[in-house]
């Protein structure tokens, strides 16, 4: 039974940090891909960023400002948010694959966590 377990969501002001956590339980190991999703209001859930086997991926409109880590040894993946936009609020979920090959596509993900929202305002 794997379990994801999102934390750190919140409401910020624009321009702020929020540091999300995904604590991963189960047969989730170092190799398996993790990644973020978002989903905002009225929208389709979208690809923000990946750690694979120590690469990393990230949509074009949060570069430079996301960063995302991975404790193996914590079995946990972050996602480090500097910079907050407005457009930036969404709930937030955390995925892991046993698709090796797994990086953008939430098709490739069989685990999500529960989401955490991120409100950022004006």
């Known amino acids: 039974q794997v379990q994801l377990v999102e934390s750190g969501g919140g409401l910020v002001q624009a321009g702020g940090s929020l540091r999300l956590s995904c604590a991963a339980s189960?047969?989730?190991?170092?190799?398996?891909?993790m990644s973020w999703f978002r989903q905002a209001p009225g929208k389709e859930r979208e690809f923000v960023s990946c750690w694979n086997s120590g690469n990393l991926y990230y949509t074009e409109s949060v570069k430079g400002r996301f960063t995302i880590s991975r404790d193996n040894a914590k079995n946990t993946v972050y996602l480090q948010m500097n910079n907050l936009k407005p457009e930036d609020t969404a709930v937030y979920y955390c995925?892991?694959?046993?698709?090796?090959?797994?990086?953008?596509?939430?098709?490739?993900?069989?685990?999500w966590g529960q989401g955490t929202s991120v409100t950022v305002s004006p």
């Open positions: 995925a892991a694959s046993t698709n090796l090959r797994a990086t953008r596509g939430s098709d490739e993900y069989n685990y």
């Open positions: 189960g047969r989730i190991f170092s190799i398996n891909p």
